[in-house]
């Protein structure tokens, strides 16, 4: 695998940053137009479609095998879907700034009411 210089890799982070923010403001207009499950379904075909692009471009293109299916599947079923859905949901009566930290702080969320339910028990 190549290295990437210092230059590329500051580039592709700052690339990535953007990209993931925009995508907050971006659905947040769109569930004003569709609903949130059409919000998250057009968002999963245009990456599809670019990342096979740039896969196939890249000749990294790989066909899972069989027994990586269901990995595959509850993955995209839980985290892409599920959490797209959610974050789409939210954003129609959320600002994109607010939906943004809470979607990206869930799971330290998460992390600190673990423990506080085990003590109730």
């Not at 959610?86 to 930290?101: D, E, M, N, Q, Y």
């Amino acid at each position: 695998m190549n290295a990437l210089s210092p230059r590329a890799a500051i580039g592709l982070f700052l690339i990535v940053v953007l990209a993931w923010g925009v995508n907050w403001s971006v659905t947040k207009q769109l569930v004003q137009f569709v609903p949130p499950l059409w919000s998250a379904a057009i968002r999963s075909w245009i990456a599809l479609a670019g990342l096979f692009v740039l896969l196939g471009l890249s000749n990294n293109l790989v066909i899972p095998e069989r027994r990586d299916i269901p990995v595959i599947l509850s993955v995209a079923l839980l985290h892409m879907t599920l959490f797209s859905i959610l974050v789409a949901s939210g954003l129609r009566f959320l600002p994109a700034s607010k939906g943004i930290v809470l979607g990206y702080t869930t799971p330290l969320w998460v992390a600190l009411a673990r423990p506080c339910s085990a003590r109730t028990r």
